[in-house]
């Protein structure tokens, strides 16, 4: 098994047609290893959560090639009809909104996942307790995210994200909704998750105080990506 978690060859993506033509991806090419901590940073409508949703098997690019692990999931088209399935097993989202479901508690939300994989009822309690337990919130588990703070459901909501034993994590801006304390915890906890567990997470964000946090920063810039250390440089976005 190589290091391999992502890889994006000379991916286009367009929206519409003709005179509402949008290039939003025009040849990008990148790789992100397990284990790495990764700021995808551009401006606004540059294509940040486009480009996540691609990686993420939800939106079809318009070409290129996708590998998810050592898997070629894209090849100027999807090399499964089970995207679903891809995503399930190898993808966890995490989201500026924590998007828990209201009406079920913490413990609830998160074994959905790996019930919807398959796993049995008293081993998903046991995957779900232990990410609690990790995340300093199994107290929680039988109250409703209405009775949480917002950090501790956006960590309830990272618990989701790994329940399913993701090999990635596509962040779309998790600590936008989160004061600076509670937004450093966030991403200290997303470096300690990609370390320990060998995940590659790519997160999107706006706050430049976050990126010497991360390991390395991809930036959309001219409708291509581009890898950069973290420098004082790179700090002005
Ligand atoms: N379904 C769609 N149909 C048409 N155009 C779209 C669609 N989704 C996104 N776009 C366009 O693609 C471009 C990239 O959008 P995207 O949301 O990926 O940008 P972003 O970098 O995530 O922006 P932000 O930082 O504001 O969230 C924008 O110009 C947007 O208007």
Redesign the pocket.
């Known amino acids: 098994m190589s290091k391999q978690a992502i890889k994006v060859e000379n991916l286009v993506?367009n929206?519409?047609k003709g005179d509402?033509l949008?290039e939003?991806l025009n040849g990008a090419s990148f790789r992100v290893d397990k284990g790495e901590l990764v700021a995808l940073v551009?401006?606004?409508?540059?294509?940040?959560?486009?480009?996540?949703?691609m990686i993420g098997c939800v939106?079809e690019p318009t070409s290129g090639k996708i590998w998810l692990g050592d898997e070629k999931v894209y090849d100027n088209k999807w090399l499964t009809k089970e995207t679903r399935k891809i995503r399930r097993e190898k993808i966890g989202f995490i989201f500026q909104a924590h998007y828990l479901i209201p009406f079920l508690n913490i413990l609830e939300n998160i074994t959905l996942v790996p019930q919807a994989n398959g796993v049995s009822d008293e081993e998903s309690k046991k995957i779900a307790m232990e990410l609690l337990e990790y995340f300093d919130i199994a107290d929680k588990a039988y109250s409703m995210p209405s009775q949480l703070s917002g950090g501790q459901n956006q960590r309830a909501a990272i618990a989701r994200a790994l329940a399913n034993k993701p090999q990635i994590i596509l962040a779309?801006?998790p600590t936008a909704a989160l004061d600076s304390k509670r937004s450093v915890d966030v991403v200290k906890m997303l470096k300690k998750i990609a370390i320990e567990q060998n995940v590659a997470v790519i997160m999107?964000t706006?706050d430049e105080a976050m990126l010497p946090l991360c390991d390395r920063i991809l930036k959309?810039e001219d409708k291509k990506v581009v890898s950069s250390k973290i420098s004082g440089e790179n700090m002005i976005l």
């Open positions: 993506k929206f519409g509402s949008v939003v551009a401006p606004s409508g540059a294509g940040k959560t486009t480009l996540l949703m939106e779309d801006e999107v706006h959309i």
